[in-house]
């Protein structure tokens, strides 16, 4: 992800830190959807594909999707679709 994109960039790695153990999850899901309504309209200028597929991959059918997983399946579907978005183009 280059550096003309610092809100996806900055989302992209707040997931990063999650799945490299940096984040417990309880401390990722309270941000989770601030940072995300913070960033969402500058991810959106930046890149609005890269924004919607942010949203669709990570928010929609990561995090909301994960919410009574345990925390080793949470883990992984937040890996998964991680990784969705890495095959899609991200960083």
């Known amino acids: 992800m280059d550096n003309s994109?610092?809100?996806?960039r900055f989302m992209m790695r707040y997931v990063?830190?999650?799945?490299?153990?940096?984040t417990k999850?309880?401390?990722f899901e309270l941000d989770f959807k601030y940072h995300?309504?913070?960033r969402w309209d500058g991810m959106c200028e930046e890149d609005l594909?890269?924004?919607k597929a942010f949203k669709y991959y990570m928010a929609d059918n990561g995090f909301e999707a994960g919410e009574d997983l345990s925390g080793r399946k949470y883990k992984e579907l937040i890996k998964k679709q991680y990784e969705s978005l890495i095959e899609k183009g991200f960083k």
């Open 5 to 8: 994109k610092p809100n996806i």
């Open 16 to 22: 990063e830190k999650y799945l490299d153990g940096k």
């Open 25 to 27: 999850r309880f401390g």
């Open 49 to 51: 594909s890269h924004a």
């Open 36 to 38: 995300l309504l913070r």
